[in-house]
């Protein structure tokens, strides 16, 4: 799976962008944009081809998201952690979840209810100058429910790699939004994970 994250700032041509992401086969579009009114995140979404709209996730603004027909919802590290607290108040079987993690082993704690998760960061973030690569364990993963999604500083020319190392799929937003063709770079990034032996999808 190849999923792409907005940038956190509004872009002219970004809706453009997405339904040109979508119909070169990217699987999902998150919308990260906090802070952002919902009259500018409702003319984003409005932009965006209806038929894509299943495959939206948004990472706040949760209710409204609902209200106004999306199914899938992201959870920051802090808003999971404040969602637990109040015992998953409110989960719905019929929705998607997913959430971010930083290790292996507060990504084994995650229960089944998120579909996926991000951890982060891979590789030295494009986006965040002082966001440098982590180091993680794959041998201690533990969690069967909940596919892994690595985050951070991927690109064509590791993109293939994050799959070896053994996540289940690539999450990409600078090498997508700090490119001056970002359709081209999107279609560099999929022809590579296609070209990785028993890459795993869901």
């Given at each position: ?8 700032d509004f872009r002219s041509d ?189």
């Amino acid at each position: 799976m190849l999923i792409v994250i907005s940038d956190s700032d509004f872009r002219s041509d970004e809706a453009k962008v997405v339904n040109e992401l979508f119909q070169a086969g990217l699987d999902l579009f998150h919308i990260r944009k906090y802070g952002a009114s919902e009259e500018s995140l409702l003319k984003l979404i409005n932009e965006i081809s209806a038929e894509y709209h299943s495959r939206l996730v948004i990472h706040h603004n949760h209710e409204w998201g609902r209200a106004i027909g999306l199914n899938r919802f992201h959870y920051s590290e802090i808003d999971r952690k404040a969602w637990k607290e109040l015992n998953w108040i409110g989960l719905r079987s019929e929705v998607i979840y997913s959430t971010s993690v930083h290790s292996i082993e507060e990504y084994n704690e995650l229960p089944d209810h998120f579909s996926y998760a991000f951890l982060s960061p891979v590789f030295d973030s494009i986006s965040k100058a002082d966001y440098k690569a982590g180091t993680f364990d794959f041998a201690k993963r533990r969690n069967k429910e909940t596919k892994l999604i690595g985050l951070g500083g991927i690109q064509p020319d590791n993109v293939n790699q994050t799959i070896q190392m053994g996540f289940d799929g690539a999450a990409l937003l600078g090498t997508i939004w700090n490119n001056t063709d970002p359709i081209n770079e999107w279609n560099l990034c999929r022809d590579a994970m296609h070209r990785v032996p028993n890459k795993l999808t869901f």
